[in-house]
């Protein structure tokens, strides 16, 4: 049963064309998280909404914006998409435990930039 | 077979064998570990956690070890099989005061080959 659902899977985009990914979730969770993963490396943080409060990464750029309209939804907007974007995004979600709780993670969007 | 240092890319172990993964993590302030195995074109899947108030955890075929003292965080496979076959992250959790929750900084994975 999936839990943390991301679509599309795959997703192609032009340079500089505006793209938005998706996520949701059926576990209730009231985190929920953007990670970026190029090839052949570590998930790394964008940003977290912790219910409704957005908290950024300091390094994350601009270009990558999230909306979150309900606690089954998130979205991950790339305003102009750069080749460099082109990875791996993954959505997670946790339960608030104190810090304490796993993330779920869902399969993934592969974005293509061309 | 067992991987030595947080760098080391690949472990190559024969089906049956043990296997154990090594990371060392950053922040002497981490309160919680995890590892994740992931498969090719899947998300990261959750093994195991441990808190820093304990010092090994055990579950099924899996063993974590933590030694808070070096930083390093350690997991055991017993009688590892293809189906291991993966990357492994190990994660640690770092407080974000702001959100009054976690966020999980991942290390660098190391893929595990097991041959048959």
């Known amino acids: 049963d999936a839990m943390v659902i991301q679509n599309p899977r795959y997703q192609v985009t032009q340079f500089g064309k505006p793209v938005t990914l998706s996520c949701s979730q059926t576990?209730?969770?009231?985190?929920m998280y953007w990670y970026q993963q190029k090839s052949s490396q570590a998930p790394k943080l964008l940003f977290h909404?912790?219910?409704?409060?957005?908290?950024n990464e300091a390094d994350t750029p601009d270009n990558f914006q999230s909306r979150r309209p309900n606690t089954s939804f998130c979205f991950l907007d790339i305003r102009s998409p750069g080749l460099g974007d082109a990875a791996m995004y993954l959505c997670a979600t946790s339960r608030d435990e104190g810090g304490y709780s796993p993330l779920h993670f869902g399969n993934g969007t592969r974005l293509t930039v061309t | 077979g067992e991987s030595v240092g947080l760098h080391l890319p690949t472990l190559s172990v024969q089906e049956g064998d043990n296997s154990i993964i090594n990371c060392a993590y950053s922040?002497?302030?981490?309160?919680?570990f995890i590892w994740y195995k992931q498969e090719s074109g899947k998300g990261p899947q959750f093994i195991i956690d441990i808190r820093s108030n304990m010092d090994k955890r055990q579950g099924q075929r899996v063993t974590v070890l933590l030694n808070k003292t070096v930083k390093h965080l350690s997991l055991q496979i017993a009688a590892t099989q293809p189906g291991d076959s993966a990357v492994y992250f190990c994660?640690?959790?770092?407080?974000?005061?702001?959100?009054?929750?976690?966020?999980?900084?991942f290390g660098q994975g190391t893929t595990l080959q097991v041959k048959p």
């Open positions: 576990l209730n969770h009231n985190v």
């Open positions: 922040n002497s302030a981490s309160d919680y």
């Open positions: 994660a640690e959790n770092i407080w974000h005061g702001s959100s009054n929750t976690g966020k999980l900084i």
């Open positions: 909404y912790y219910d409704k409060d957005f908290n």
